[in-house]
């Protein structure tokens, strides 16, 4: 059974940082693209970053355009954990973010990175993040 869990949520200042982790269990790890994904109140679910989820190739990452530079995705295979760790995080950035599960083969069949919600199959259950002004 896939199973994926997020920690490392909480309140945190404007300016601030935070480290987001998805624990992943139930299928061989490095076989796959992890996705991180946020949902403010009242918007549709976004893709943030994801690795293992460009052109089939294993630990080849993807962000969001308004996030690259300030967000930087890792995965640590021996502990089966995707890290993401926020910078300089602003009020736009409170949101419950999920972390997700798929294929890396899938990115060839889809012909791009997996970044789409649609695209994944399995998810967490999301850990909250909001940011003070």
């Known amino acids: 059974e896939v199973q994926l869990v997020e920690s490392g949520g909480g309140l945190v200042q404007a300016g601030g940082s935070l480290r987001l982790s998805c624990k992943a269990s139930g299928f061989t790890f490095d076989d796959y693209a992890i996705g991180w994904f946020r949902q403010a109140p009242g918007k549709e679910r976004e893709g943030v970053s994801c690795i293992g989820c460009k052109d089939g190739v294993k630990g080849r990452t993807y962000y969001a355009d308004s996030l690259k530079g300030r967000f930087i995705i890792s995965s640590y295979i021996a502990k089966n954990t995707v890290y993401l760790p926020m910078n300089s995080l602003g009020p736009e950035g409170t949101a419950a973010y999920y972390c997700?599960?798929?294929?890396?083969?899938?990115?060839?069949?889809?012909?791009?990175?997996?970044?789409?919600?649609?695209?994944?199959?399995?998810w967490g259950q999301g850990t909250q993040v909001t940011v003070s002004s």
């Open positions: 997700a599960a798929a294929r890396s083969s899938d990115s060839v069949w889809y012909g791009g990175p997996l970044l789409h919600p649609h695209e994944y199959g399995d």
